[in-house]
């Protein structure tokens, strides 16, 4: 499960990034850039590089917020709630089970 989930995330993340990356740089020349009013020292091939994981990175954490907000409240806290008792009782009124006797 965990990781259908992570690659519902990453995956798309990666073809966004991918898109980005075609149509920032398509404009951009990564010669021109300047960072805080100094030229970078990288190759195009660096700038290409940290953009595309930069662009994955901010992606992957929409996606991931997106699935996060996505989730139902007794999935999303289902370790967090005692076992007993049905599903949309408040915790207060559940009877935690114990041990056998």
């Known amino acids: ?9 990453v995956w798309p993340a990666f073809l966004m ?5 075609l149509l920032v740089f398509a404009l951009v020349d990564p010669q ?3 960072w805080f009013g100094h030229t970078l020292e990288l190759s195009r091939q660096a700038v290409y590089t940290l953009a595309f ?3 994955w990175w901010i992606t992957a954490l929409s996606s ?7 989730l139902a409240p ?3 806290n289902r370790d967090v709630l005692p076992e ?3 599903v949309g009782t408040p915790a207060s009124d559940r009877a935690v089970a114990g041990p056998p006797s």
């Open 1 to 9: 499960m965990f990781a259908q989930r992570l690659m519902r995330i």
């Open 17 to 21: 990034a991918c898109v980005l990356e």
């Open 32 to 34: 021109d850039l300047h």
């Open 53 to 55: 994981f930069g662009f």
């Open 64 to 70: 991931a917020l997106t699935t996060l907000l996505s």
């Open 74 to 76: 007794e999935e999303l």
């Open 84 to 86: 007993a008792g049905p």
